[in-house]
């Protein structure tokens, strides 16, 4: 079984950034894919950003130009930079990694964007 340990998370004001991390429990493969997804209470979770292949990546409209995900794939981690956080960017925000048919996701993390 694979774990994901998701960490970076934490309070920031609005206008301010946060680098989320994410890292596999054990090595010895290579996920085909990685994405964050977040959700804020109320909400569905919703795909933020997701890394595949050889880095072809893909945003959600509403942090397109703020956020940047990227991964090191020999190490199956992934990160998201997020800058110019606004106050709707608060959620939890979920590490989700794909290997063959399987989906795995991490415990998630908190960000809180403060006004």
């Known amino acids: 079984q694979v774990q994901l340990v998701e960490s970076g998370g934490g309070l920031v004001q609005a206008g301010g950034s946060l680098r989320l991390s994410c890292g596999a429990s054990?090595?010895?493969?290579?996920?085909?894919?990685m994405s964050w997804y977040r959700q804020s209470p109320g909400k569905e979770r919703e795909l933020v950003a997701a890394i595949v292949g050889g880095g072809i990546t893909r945003y959600a409209d509403s942090v397109k130009g703020r956020f940047t995900i990227s991964r090191n794939k020999p190490h199956n981690a992934v990160y998201l930079q997020m800058n110019s956080l606004k106050p709707e960017d608060t959620a939890v925000y979920y590490c989700?990694?794909?290997?063959?048919?399987?989906?795995?996701w991490g415990q998630g993390t908190q960000v809180t964007v403060s006004s």
């Open positions: 054990r090595d010895g493969f290579t996920f085909t894919a």
């Open positions: 989700k990694a794909r290997l063959g048919q399987s989906d795995f």
